[in-house]
């Protein structure tokens, strides 16, 4: 390890990239400390990927097991996938904090605790037997223990302020902030700013969060105990300009920017849940793009409001999670009978049923594409990280308007709260999206026949417009009500083809459910060539991934291959229908493994489309796989 | 067919029928409908295209592909939630929800409300034939208690919903009942409904003469409409019965005074005010059963109507708003977020 | 082909078996006449089959092709599986029914055609060009075609009665009946006692029915035009007592069955929907039974209800159509979590969305099995016949309250309509259900401990009852409100292990979704062996088929074998779990065929969890296979 | 914690609290209703195992599992769905369903109207704190116009729900509301609900201190509350504001009266009868912003009590007039059907 020359009386040690997991009671600030550090880090240009872990409960009682908050921090000076296996760091502001976190710190690693978090009632809590201290009683001779008492650290720095001792233990988080930021060798200009924005209405609090986050940096530097600071070097990251984004801030963005390049409104109907919520929010705060949105009484006038606008004209989308995508079922089978754009985003989450909402996971993808009543193929496509969260949205909104299809968006609770650094890209070099618009008729038609109740109506003179007459792709014109001339009638019930009147004839049936069936098909035929993520082209063995399991899945491969082992990785992003280039791709590996955070859906399928012996390796805990232990599953795989 | 009623005023401009047969039973009154909501649109003349049909799943359903208008046959219940939609995207078109009982009020009782409170700008058209028709026979949430139905052959035990009382305590803004088969006056309230700004709701009894044939005969008949009906009209009294009874409030319960022995005149009477609130909350609760001795009498018209901003117009304010205070919304801007730093 | 002695001047010809096909408007009482002479020839020993087939409309507009309602039946002295391909006699009501059905008539068949239903008005709405009269102009010469004025000698036959015109028309199928039992040479007792009962309370209206059944049996026996009548000798049926059922009447009559075998009452909670509405129909006349019917406002209070109804201690069941099962996803995943018998049933209709809610189609198969949040295993079985609705209602009872689960059966509008001969079961040799009680406590629980607020509550001295403690077969006890000493609360956030209060932890979340699975993959346990329906044990070609597809896949693997073909069938009633067995059946054939109404649901699934290179006979127009589709298909593949 | 009120009446005969862990955030409403729920059933003395929760989602909804009793946490907005099985197959338990105001007037809207319509007999806590407590503070349809939320950061549009007005439109015969911070009029009105024979709705104002604190201030901070809050009593005069006011009738409008001035006295005033469904129309009325000059103050207590036949025991009913008629279902006779024939 590099030594460095250190300022003052402190040694600083060179690091390629650091695990930092900050833990406390959910009361602590944890996830703004977290956020806080992140920002720090990314804009002075490390690659960062984050991992906030909460409770479910929103204020869930202080000082037990069920209250602690987590927000882990990977950062480094080389590329970074995930927000790392074990840690280097571990705050905790309390001894339920300890108790969750410490099998997640490696041996050796640095602990910095609150002594203040560890009194008997906290011990008690945490359900420490006996109330026996692990800060003083041997147990953690392992680590580099650093106890600090934060609590009282924080109110002698706000010693001679007006304020109570509540507000004062508030910013406590702030002192931690501080500190870390010392022992990083960072900056406090980030947080500091922050601050200001923040208080900008209370200049009392502003000075006091200042005060604290300072003397906490400071602490670092005067307090005898902490003689070694670490450096992270900017890592080696493509030119240009970034910022950092969520997954859920990517998706909401993402809508934005698609509707925009197609030129349509952007309706949101929308339920809250967890953890999709934030995509509403985000997108209520962008009234001036013209978005609106729209929080409807439960997910099926979410989806159905979302329709409606649709059919007028806008580009209709919605989001929820598992049991509200459940409930949009039958709605998404109209979709599927109307041919309208539609984007629908599940942000997964823990299940079956209520399930883990606050916990990520990836068994939906079988709802996604089976979960409805009938032959009802809709395009399903995942997300794999923060940032393809906006390409993909992007893409779902591109796929929707122009092959005239709802389309099914997947993304989790890990990616939509976790954040990554994304060198955003320029309007102007979004792809375009035309939406392939009816041709308004200028001509009046003519008067139609006359009525006979008994036999029905004799048909108009003038030819009909063709609701359903499909271009080469199989995808039908789209008008809006407004347009003259375009009068047509749509519903969930079959319709004839080309009209789209009702129509019990079997063999309409049959030719419209083929017809359909085709047309989601070929949106495959507009997908690039497939790519391998890394690894040689053929070869011993191909890991298949989707969603947010990207990062491990892709840490793990590249170590491997460093190693020498015939492993590739491949990362799916497009499920229904797959890219026609995967049948020749898994046929060029003796061995496959599909990871998931589920029980093996994506396996399922692959298995059946291309009748290949597929692997699973399947994890169902609420949390994301460690690169570790994809690696060992690849190791023992390839050792059978 | 007795319920197609003489055609719409010439000069018949646009023909706003479509080319689709109309297969609903001979002899239902869905047909009186169509008739007078063509009619409606005569007199409106509003051309084709800005006009557009949204329905859920019922035999009154199968509306909109009887007009060469804009329309969409959703699915079951859930009208409410696609005319919102459309609506908040489209305020300037003119939009007409068509449902059933079973429609709106059983599966879709939770839109409507929500459809009614929001005041989305819409016209509702609730045809009430006390029965699911599409599906064959079985009760719905307004069929009486004790109705013998394919679903419950003992008799019904629910307790059925007062339609418009809901729609009241869902604070909607146009309240209002007609029937099939009086298309003069279910021309005039589908008119003003269609003049008013927010949810209109108008529920039309209509009968089913398939499986619950009847059901409102008594408030049609010859005989016994005078006694069972009252048609509400602004600034008047409440009379009914041909001039021979009145309604009187004796306290703040109504009751039927006899206007002919002289012991009542009109000046005692009720007197119909639609922007009443509190005399609105009481005239939706004139439902008692006809056949109880001293039963009301069952008010059409126009019950209530009230002045509220809707919802799509609150919608678009607060986008014109948002693009005044931070100016159209800048692509770029967006992608760039708050916060950027640059390597290279 | 035999010929037999003639009563009177008129030939008799026997016949194994025949197909006959009544169509007319919907007005016309098609269904009556084809389930009255349906109910006389089962009666009379034959076995039976039928296939109603109605417009969507309660009364599409008269004399449309839209309006057409058909009533198919195959009757045989041997054993019938189908409706039959073919027919060989059609009766038509009018020239739309004509015009629909011809197609279905074998070559030189018999046509009987009411000619007062080809006038130029009837011509016109069916279409035929310039009104020409198929019954005049030579077109039929390939048939043997018999024009009866039905109305007129309806009329006739009622002439002198106080009847009016209209409702001397309505009993005009009455003319049918009687003529149809004339010319197969059956006897009139069955519909006069049909007649009898319906118009008890209407003697007027009884005598005209049966005076114009009377008119129609005779005119055959006096008509010149009609030489020749049928006889069908009754099949070879097994001995026992038989009656008639519909499949949804087999449902209905399993369900309350089984909830009496298991001592339980039946709560039904449902929402009405075609075609699965007869089933709350027939439950709502069987209160005598404890049955307690719910028409709940809509398919999610439905399965709520139904749960409820469970969690009190009843057997909650409900049914619906794809679009009402689609609405039932969330909830089905709650009673996943909550573990507790739930039958729900779906009546597969054409889909997606609405579709063509009065035809048939197996499209729902993957919603079944996938279409909710998470993993989420629930038990999936069909039905492939009438009578095996009861069967398999029954099954579904024994499994979700044997093993405290959710359990979908499907069935379809095919075999809900249509009706077959039933040798019904005795009460007593149903098979037991034993539904896994826990045991109340007598004892007092000792008082728990003492509350604060802050750190909740002491767990209470006495050892708790443990609601999620499973059995052997991973089953929990079932504790009911009321029970003393059982008290427990359950929902659908994921719950500890065995005690059920809520739990985020990672390792149990991984074990509770584990758990649930294996019980339900241990279900699979008390299946009987796999067995095959016909064919060989190994051989050249296995048709796996499910659900109504059944008579028509026997109907030609019988043929085919008798050919010689290395042909054998298995007829899967266990869609999730598999049969142990199938694993091994797969493999010992060369090729595998899975005929399926929809695009290939089960095969997928085949495919995907055995890799065997199943082959797809698809067909989604809202009608049965016809045996020979099967036939082709599989001669086809043969020869690949 | 200021919320918790004083013990519940000795002698403790049966402890109802569970072993779990009270999970609301310190200082949140509900656990003043905890309290004064354990107190009713402390009072009614039922056994624990006689007793059944059942709950949608949302912070209120986790309630069941904080009692000893039967309990079932469901999924969102379906709790009336399920209470309604439950009820229909175990008439003599106590059954209880608490519901939030998203949970119950969002997602659950048509469910509790048709649970009232049903008077299903079950006592519905619905804890209005106007806001989406459990996923983090977005607006409800009980939060007033214009709140700014997570979800309406420019403030909402829409018009709210006036909770019980919906509830009476839908015929629920049992109408009342209190408030968390009111503990002992919690308790008697809770008490009466579990006295009423079918659907008792009690509406609880409930203080979010953490996404919507204050919300009920008006009404419960010692300044304000006299002029914004009436108690009703059956037989007594509308009289607040420590007597100084009250409400009388102007034809059908309610009007505030001064009782210092000699203008009126409590004769003139409006007598609260719940019996009367006319009154209880108006009085569900009373729902100002009370940030409105001269609004009507808030009402609290029982509004509306009718006695109308419960759900289960017509459904029990119809199951014992079929055995009487047909007979205790024969299995073999279901079985056999109306025809069959014999082979062999
Ligand atoms: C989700 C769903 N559930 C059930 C149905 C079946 N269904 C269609 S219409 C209808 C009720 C019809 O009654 P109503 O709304 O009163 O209309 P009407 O036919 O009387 O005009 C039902 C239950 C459906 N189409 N979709
Ligand atoms: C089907 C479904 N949609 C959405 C959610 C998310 N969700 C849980 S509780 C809730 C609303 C909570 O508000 P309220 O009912 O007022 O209860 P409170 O938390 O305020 O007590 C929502 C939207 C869910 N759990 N299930
Ligand atoms: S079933 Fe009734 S409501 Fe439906 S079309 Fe026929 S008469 Fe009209
Ligand atoms: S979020 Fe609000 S309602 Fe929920 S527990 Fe906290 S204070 Fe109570
Ligand atoms: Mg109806
Ligand atoms: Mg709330």
């Keep these: 390890m590099d030594m460095i020359q250190p300022p003052h009386h402190k040694t600083v040690e060179a690091r390629e990239k650091v695990v930092i997991l900050f833990a406390g009671d959910s009361g602590d600030g944890i996830q703004l400390t977290g956020s806080q550090f992140t920002d720090t880090n990314a804009l002075f240009g490390n690659d960062v990927s984050t991992f906030p872990n909460y409770p479910a409960e929103i204020r869930a009682p202080q000082g037990t097991l069920a209250g602690v908050s987590g927000f882990q921090l990977h950062f480094g000076s080389v590329d970074v996938f995930t927000p790392g296996d074990m840690c280097d760091t571990l705050v905790v502001m309390n001894a339920a904090a300890l108790k969750v976190n410490l099998h997640k710190l490696k041996k050796g690693g640095i602990i910095i605790a609150n002594s203040d978090g560890f009194d008997s009632k906290n011990l008690r809590l945490a359900g420490y037997p006996d109330e026996k201290n692990p800060l003083t009683d041997g147990s953690l001779d392992n680590y580099a223990l650093h106890t600090v008492d934060v609590t009282k650290l924080t109110r002698n720095a706000l010693e001679g302020t007006t304020l109570g001792m509540k507000e004062k233990d508030r910013s406590k988080n702030m002192f931690v902030l501080g500190f870390i930021h010392w022992m990083y060798g960072r900056k406090i200009e980030g947080p500091e700013k922050f601050l200001e924005a923040k208080f900008k209405a209370k200049p009392e609090l502003l000075e006091a969060n200042r005060k604290v986050l300072r003397a906490g940096y400071n602490y670092g530097d005067t307090s005898e105990t902490f003689t070694t600071r670490f450096a992270v070097k900017p890592a080696p990251m493509p030119k240009g300009t970034y910022r950092n984004i969520t997954g859920n801030q990517g998706v909401a963005i993402g809508l934005i920017a698609a509707a925009q390049k197609a030129g349509l409104e952007l309706f949101y109907g929308s339920y809250p849940i967890t953890p999709a919520s934030d995509i509403l929010h985000e997108l209520s705060r962008n009234k001036h793009f013209g978005v609106k949105t729209f929080q409807a009484e439960d997910e099926i006038a979410a989806v159905c409001s979302a329709i409606g606008a649709s059919y007028g004209g806008a580009l209709g989308a919605t989001a929820s999670s598992g049991p509200g995508i459940a409930l949009k079922g039958e709605a998404l089978g109209l979709a599927v009978m109307l041919e309208i754009p539609l984007v629908v985003v599940n942000v997964q989450r823990g299940g079956p049923s209520t399930g883990m909402p606050t916990k990520t996971e990836q068994a939906d993808l079988w709802q996604a594409i089976h979960g409805r009543n009938g032959e009802a193929p809709i395009p399903v496509i995942a997300a794999s990280s923060p940032t393809d969260c906006f390409e993909m949205a992007y893409e779902a909104v591109k796929t929707a308007v122009e092959h005239m299809t709802p389309v099914i968006l997947l993304t989790d609770g890990y990616m939509a709260n976790g954040a990554e650094p994304w060198r955003f890209p320029e309007a102007k070099d979004l792809r375009p999206i035309v939406p392939p618009f009816a041709k308004p008729r200028e001509t009046d038609e003519a008067e139609s026949g006359t009525l006979s109740a008994a036999e029905g109506r004799v048909l108009s003179e003038v030819e009909a417009f063709l609701p359903y007459e499909r271009d080469e792709r199989g995808v039908r014109p789209w008008a809006i009500p407004g347009m003259k001339g375009l009068q047509h009638r749509i519903g969930g019930i079959e319709k004839e083809d080309k009209t789209g009147n009702i129509s019990y004839d079997p063999l309409n049936h049959q030719r419209m459910v083929d017809l359909r069936a085709e047309k989601v098909a070929k949106i495959a035929d507009g997908f690039r060539p497939i790519r391998l993520d890394s690894g040689p082209e053929s070869g011993e063995l191909l890991i298949v991934g989707w969603g947010s399991t990207y990062g491990a899945i892709r840490t793990a491969a590249l170590d491997l291959q460093k190693e020498g082992h015939s492993v590739a990785h491949v990362h799916l992003r497009h499920l229904f229908p797959f890219n026609n280039g995967l049948r020749g791709l898994l046929q060029r590996y003796r061995k496959v493994l599909v990871p998931e955070m589920n029980k093996g859906q994506l396996r399922q399928l692959l298995r059946a489309e291309y009748l290949v012996d597929a692997q699973g390796l399947n994890k169902v805990q609420g949390l994301p796989f460690t690169a570790q232990e994809i690696r060992n599953a690849v190791l023992e795989l390839l050792a059978r | ?344």
């Design chain 2, 1 to 344: 067919m007795s319920t197609v009623q003489p055609a719409a005023p010439a000069p018949k401009k646009i023909d706003y029928s479509s080319d689709q047969q109309v297969r609903w039973c001979p002899g239902c009154g869905d047909y009186s409908i169509l008739k007078q909501v063509e009619s409606v649109l005569q007199v409106k003349g509003r051309p084709k295209e800005e006009i557009v049909f949204i329905s859920g799943i019922g035999c009154s359903s199968r509306f909109p592909y009887y007009l060469d208008t804009y329309g969409m046959h959703g699915i079951h219940g859930r009208a409410p939630a696609i005319a919102s939609g459309l609506r908040s995207v489209q305020p300037d078109l003119s939009v007409w929800m068509i449902t059933g009982d079973g429609d709106s009020l059983s599966i879709g009782g939770n839109h409507l409300i929500h459809l009614l409170r929001r005041n989305v700008d819409i016209n509702v058209l609730l045809f009430n034939n006390e029965i699911y028709g599409l599906t064959k026979g079985q009760y719905s949430p307004t069929s009486p208690e004790g109705a013998i139905s394919r679903s419950t052959p003992m008799g019904s035990t629910d307790h059925p919903f007062n339609p418009l009382a809901l729609c009241k305590g869902a604070d909607g803004t146009f309240i209002s009942r007609t029937i099939d088969r009086d298309p003069k006056h279910m021309r005039e309230v589908l008119l003003r409904a269609d003049d008013h700004r927010g949810t209109s709701l108008v529920e039309i009894y209509q009968n089913c003469n398939v499986f619950n044939d009847g059901a409102f005969e008594v408030f049609t008949e010859k005989d016994s409409k005078p006694f069972h009906t009252i048609y509400v009209e602004q600034g008047k009294p409440l009379v009914f019965a041909n001039g021979a009874k009145g309604i009187k409030l004796d306290g703040m319960t109504p009751v039927i005074v006899d206007l002919t022995n002289g012991t009542h005149s009109q000046d005692d009477l009720w007197v119909h005010d639609e922007r009443d609130p509190f005399k609105a909350s009481l005239l939706v609760r004139f439902f008692d059963d006809p056949r109880k001795e001293g039963a009301l009498p069952r008010p059409f018209g126009v019950f209530f109507v009230s002045d509220r901003h809707t919802h799509e117009t609150k919608m678009n304010a607060q986008v014109a708003l948002a693009k005044q205070k931070q100016g159209d919304g800048d692509l770029d801007a967006l992608l760039r977020g708050k916060q950027t730093w640059t390597i290279g």
